[in-house]
């Protein structure tokens, strides 16, 4: 477990170069590609982890879409519902936990 961060597994985390953000409410609403009139938001940081994925995996500009989700069940139910036609889903118990309700 030293070797792994982030949630669930390493409570040992040091997120104090977050800390100043870490007292906004800035979680996106809906599609970050699409402009909101909410004025409280994170579209231009999800976008941005978007972007650098799909410099990472060479993807085209406006070859791709995402979503950055609130949790890995959220991921998992996300990731089945648009593979859903054309996917085969292959499980193993040493995933997360939610996938026998995702599937």
Same mark, same amino acid.
């Given at each position: 477990?030293?070797?792994?961060?982030?949630?669930?597994?390493?409570?040992?985390?040091?997120?104090?170069?977050?800390?100043?953000?870490?007292?906004?409410? @800035?979680? *996106?609403? +809906?599609?970050?590609?699409?402009?909101?009139?909410?004025? !409280?938001?994170?579209?231009?940081?999800? /976008?941005?982890?978007?972007?650098?994925?799909?410099?990472?995996?060479?993807?085209?500009?406006?070859?791709?879409?995402?979503? @950055?989700? *609130?949790? +890995?069940?959220?991921?998992?139910?996300?990731?089945?519902? !648009?593979?859903?036609?054309?996917?085969? /889903?292959?499980?193993?118990?040493?995933?997360?936990?939610?996938?026998?309700?995702?599937?």
């Amino acid at each position: 477990m030293a070797r792994c961060t982030g949630y669930p597994y390493n409570l040992d985390f040091d997120y104090g170069a977050l800390a100043q953000l870490q007292h906004f409410s @800035i979680n *996106n609403l +809906g599609d970050p590609f699409i402009e909101s009139n909410y004025g !409280v938001h994170s579209r231009q940081f999800e /976008v941005g982890v978007l972007d650098w994925f799909a410099r990472l995996w060479e993807l085209e500009k406006d070859k791709y879409w995402g979503y @950055i989700t *609130n949790c +890995g069940t959220e991921g998992n139910l996300h990731g089945i519902l !648009v593979g859903f036609d054309s996917a085969l /889903v292959i499980s193993c118990i040493l995933i997360n936990y939610s996938r026998s309700s995702c599937m």
